[in-house]
C-alpha cells in the first residue's frame, strides 16, 4: 500500500471534512499523535516527515477509533485479530488490508477482487477435466464515527456464468444441479456473495457491541471462509471439507449480534439454515431459522483460536426433514513475514442420523516477493459419495483423504498482481474404492490469478 498517496488522501479528506478533524480533537490524544498536527501538509517533505511519525502502541491500543485511516495498516500489526469473512477473526498479522483504497468524504472505500483462470484435471473413473474461471470482487465503506463504526460490504462472483455443475473436486460433495447432488465436483458460487452492514458502537476502551447482517451474509460458524484466509490465498482448489467447514459463506439472511474485545469475540446468529439453490443469480428468500454462537480468542496478533456451534434447520435440499448440527475448532497461525496457516476440525451430525468428522490443515507460505509454496491437507467421513439409491454403496459413509500441494510465482502487474502456478493431489481411501475411483486417482490444476491488491 502506498503510505504517502493515502496520507495524502486522508489529510485532504480530513482538511475538507470538519467532522473528521473534530473526531480528532476530542480524542484526547497527545499532539505528537500523527493526523493531530494538520499544519503544513502543503509540503511534500512534511507529508513525509508525518508519515513517520506512527502512532505508538499505546495509541493504538487505546484510540482504536481515532487512530486516522492511514496508519490503521500500522495498529493492524499490534492488535491481536484482523477481520475475516464475515464477522469472523483472523490473527492480526493476516494481511487483511489487501484492495484499493479511496477516501470518498468521510467514508473509506475498499476495492478488491480476483480472477483466475483455471485448468483441473482428476485421474481415475470419477475424473474429469475443465477448463474455468472463479472470480470474486469486493466493495466495502467503512466510516468511524466518535461512538464507533459502520461498515457495509457487497461481495460478487460471476461463477454463475458457468455450468451448474461446477467444476472437477474429487470427493467433494455439496448443493445440487439438474436436482442432483453434485458429487467429486465443486458447485460456482452465487453471483451475491454477499450484502451486507455492520455497526459497532464503542461502549469502553476495549470494549465494542456489534450487529452485522443482511439479506446475504456469512453467520458466526466455522472459521474465516477459504477464500478470505491467508493460509489458502494461492490455492485454486476449495476444501472438499468446504461443507464441514465454511459452506455457510454465503447465506440469504443472516443477523449476528456480538460482543468484541481487542482479546475476545463472542457472537450469535440466526440464519437461514438452508444452502443456496442452484440458481446461482438472484437473491433467495430469507427464513431465519437456525442459530449458530462463535467464541474466538485472540491472545497474540500470531494466533486466531475459533470454537463454533450452529443449529442448521434442513441444509440440504435433498435431504428434506434432515437438520445439522455443526461443532466446529480451528486455530489459524500467521507470523506476519509470509507464513499463514491453519488447523480445523469439524464433526457435523445428522438429526436425527450419524455424526461425521472432518479434519484440515493448510499453509501459503510467501518465501520472498515473488515464490509462494502452499498446501493442504484433509481428512473427512464422506456418505454422500454415492447418491444413486441403487448403488449398493449408497449412503455408506467413507473416510477419504486429500494431501495437496502448489507452488505460486507471483508478478506484480501495477496495482494488481499476477499469481502463476499448480498443484498437484493425491488422495487416501479404502480399498472399497478402488473401482469406482480407481486404485490411484490424482488432481491436477494449473492457474493464473489476478487479484488487485492496492
Ligand atoms: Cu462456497
Redesign the pocket.
Known sequence: MKHSYLLALACATSLATPAFAQEQDHSGMDMDMPGMDMSGHDDKKSVSKNAMRMPTDDDCWNHVPDIPFVHIEKCRSIWPSSEGSGTARLPGNEDSMRGHHVMAGEWMLMLHGSVSAQYTKVTGPRGDDKLYATSMAMLTAERQTDWGRVRFISMFSLEPLMKNRGYPNLFATGETAGGLPIVDRQ?P?DLFMELSARVDVNVADDTTLFLYGGPVGEPALGPS?FMHRGSARYNPE?PIT?HWF??T??TYGVVTAGIATRHFQLESSVFTGREPDERRWNIEKPRFDSWAVRATFNPSPSWALQASYGELKQPESTHPGENEHRTTLSAHYANGSGLSAMAAFSAKKRVPGTTSTAWLGEVNWDIDNANTLFGRAENVANDELFPDHDDPLHDRSFRVSKFQIGYARRVPLGPFELALGGTVATYAKPNALDAPYGRHPMGYTLFAKLSLVE
Do not use: G, L, N
Open positions: 458447485h458460487h471462509a476449495p468446504h465454511d459452506s459463506h454465503i
